[in-house]
T-cell receptor, first 112, second 113 residues
Framework: DAGVIQSPRHEVTEMGQEVTLRCKPISGHDYLFWYRQTMMRGLELLIYFNNNVPIDDSGMPEDRFSAKMPNASFSTLKIQPSEPRDSAVYFC??????????FGSGTQLSVL | AQKITQTQPGMFVQEKEAVTLDCTYDTSDPSYGLFWYKQPSSGEMIFLIYQGSYDQQNATEGRYSLNFQKARKSANLVISASQLGDSAMYFCAMREGDDKIIFGKGTRLHILP
């Protein structure tokens, strides 16, 4: 298996622009998680899905953030409009029921 | 409220010494799991070890062991005979019930030659 695939690896954008981060989980995994990593706050859970259904989005910082999982093999995290304080590494991770998390390589987002 | 607490932001340890990285957690769920992940400077997240709340024995994986003290709600990671390649960020994480997994803020470990 190719593992969890995230794109892009790096994204540089200007304040106010829309940003879309993409994730392909490992086939057969029924949970998908989005995390944000910053120096100050560590690894924060933003949202997670079970069988494509959002279960807990309490970590989503603002209405500017939205996430979707239209099918078992694809998820997006969108920021609109983006702000400099959104600069961080965004990780997608997936797992099968009751197993460990497998992480993607992350997307390094810089908002200028 | 912080559910996973890693009190050591950074640690310096001499090569070949044993290292203990602290982790305390808070949950009222009787069924939970505890993980440790390593993040080297390359940025990838590497799974190290897992302990289930009902596991009778402390988990071990090679040089890694998890010192699980349920009554104290602690799940410290012990690395025996540290190596230069162990220099990295280490995250403790907890799975509550069957679902969400949350992480502590991490401990940056530096192994000195």
């Amino acid at each position: 298996d190719a593992g969890v695939i995230q794109s892009p690896r790096h994204e540089v954008t200007e304040m106010g622009q829309e940003v879309t981060l993409r994730c392909k989980p490992i086939s057969g995994h029924d949970y998908l998680f989005w995390y944000r990593q910053t120096m100050m706050r560590g690894l924060e859970l933003l949202i997670y899905f079970n069988n494509n259904v959002p279960i807990d989005d309490s970590g989503m910082p603002e209405d500017r953030f939205s996430a979707k999982m239209p099918n078992a093999s694809f998820s997006t995290l969108k920021i609109q409009p983006s702000e400099p304080r959104d600069s961080a590494v965004y990780f997608c991770a997936s797992r099968h029921y009751n197993e460990k998390l497998f992480f993607g390589s992350g997307t390094q987002l810089s908002v200028l | 409220a912080q559910k996973i607490t890693q009190t050591q932001p950074g640690m310096f340890v001499q090569e070949k010494e044993a290292v203990t990285l602290d982790c305390t957690y808070d949950t009222s769920d009787p069924s939970y799991g505890l993980f440790w992940y390593k993040q080297p400077s390359s940025g990838e997240m590497i799974f190290l070890i897992y302990q289930g709340s009902y596991d009778q024995q402390n988990a071990t994986e090679g040089r890694y062991s998890l010192n699980f003290q349920k009554a104290r709600k602690s799940a410290n990671l012990v690395i025996s005979a540290s190596q230069l390649g162990d220099s990295a960020m280490y995250f403790c994480a907890m799975r509550e019930g069957d679902d969400k997994i949350i992480f502590g803020k991490g401990t940056r470990l530096h192994i000195l030659p």
